[in-house]
């Protein structure tokens, strides 16, 4: 069934039971990889949390979550944007860190994140993300979990969101063009 939101048309991609099959399959894999390592989730906000909520809710292991939202702005390191964590009170020393996304697009932002979560001295970072566009990706970036590999189509619902709406939808719509 088609939806409408404010000016675009939006199909069917990712039903809920497909998100469900596969998001059980990534916790799984956490489960197994992270035994032992007690490792604390970061949640992104805003797109990240309906994904976080049900990903979260499958990991087994010792754990602990957090959630942050990134601002970014033009900082004086060498690549000239400077992403920062707001609400980051976690102590990330010393933790195996999984960043929890919703899509990673270009990279951009999961790139300078990762450079100013270094500074924190975390002993590994993994990347987490429900949706991976990997044909806009412009930055050298390792994504260790990915739900869905998808065309470089504007995708909304279960959590992603065109201009704030449609982030309510327990699917994941298709841009129709
Ligand atoms: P990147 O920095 O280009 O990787 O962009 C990542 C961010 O852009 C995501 O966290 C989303 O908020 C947003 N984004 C990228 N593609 C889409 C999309 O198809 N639908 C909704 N949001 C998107």
């Known amino acids: 069934m088609m939806i409408r939101i404010l000016d675009k048309h939006f199909v069917p991609y990712i039903g ?3 998100l469900a099959t596969r998001i059980n399959e990534l916790a799984t894999q956490i489960n197994i990889d992270f035994k032992d390592k007690n490792p604390l989730f970061i949640g992104i906000l805003n797109g990240s949390f309906i994904f976080a909520s049900d990903l979260y809710k499958q990991i087994t292991i010792p ?3 957090s959630f ?4 970014s702005y033009k900082g004086t390191t060498s690549s000239g ?3 920062t964590a707001i609400g980051l009170e976690e102590n990330i020393h010393d933790r195996n860190v ?3 996304e919703d899509i990673v ?3 951009n932002t999961m790139f300078h994140f990762l450079e100013s979560l270094s500074a ?3 002993s590994s970072v993994a990347i987490c993300t429900l949706l991976q566009k990997p044909e806009a990706l412009l930055k050298p970036l390792e994504v260790q979990y990915v739900g869905f590999k998808i065309p470089n189509k504007f995708v909304v619902g279960y959590g992603l969101d065109y201009d704030g ?3 309510n939808s327990k699917m994941i719509f298709q841009i129709k063009e």
């Open 165 to 167: 709406y449609g982030r």
């Open 120 to 122: 924190f001295n975390p």
């Open 105 to 107: 697009d270009t990279g």
């Open 98 to 100: 999984i960043i929890i």
């Open 81 to 83: 944007t400077v992403i």
């Open 68 to 71: 942050i939202k990134l601002a």
């Open 63 to 65: 754990s602990t979550i």
């Open 16 to 18: 809920e039971e497909e």
